[in-house]
């Protein structure tokens, strides 16, 4: 699978951006989609993910509320939309592919097989 994530930028404490992550090379209905963020320094987090299968969603608790992840299965992308957003969302985000899913590890940065190449998220406060 080959992910192309898109949709990053600059924006003010407060506003909003979607990301994209379009998928290419598979079939997903099997797939974990997610989405994960990093910062200089710090470990890779998980931030969303959902069941291609069922659109079954699962987020991290600092964006839950804010942050939506969904699919377009025609389009074979995955986006998340980013609302309220906080200077602390500041961060490379990245969307990973997991060819089997599972509640149980969809959080976890290990379990995916495949990553995108990660778009910048700039929040000015």
């Known amino acids: 699978v080959q992910l192309q994530a898109s949709g990053g930028g600059l924006v003010q404490a407060g506003g909003s951006l979607r990301l994209s992550c379009a998928a290419s090379?598979?079939?997903?209905?099997?797939?974990?989609m997610g989405w994960f963020r990093q910062t200089p320094g710090k470990e890779r987090e998980f931030v969303a993910a959902l069941s291609w299968g069922t659109g079954s969603a699962y987020y991290a608790e600092s964006v839950k509320g804010r942050f939506t992840i969904s699919r377009d299965i025609a389009k074979n992308t995955v986006y998340l939309q980013m609302d309220s957003l906080k200077p602390e969302d500041t961060a490379v985000y990245y969307c990973a592919a997991d060819s089997n899913f599972s509640r149980l590890t969809v959080r976890s940065k290990t379990t995916y097989n495949y990553w995108g190449q990660g778009t910048l998220v700039t929040v000015s406060s």
């Open positions: 090379g598979r079939t997903l209905s099997r797939y974990a």
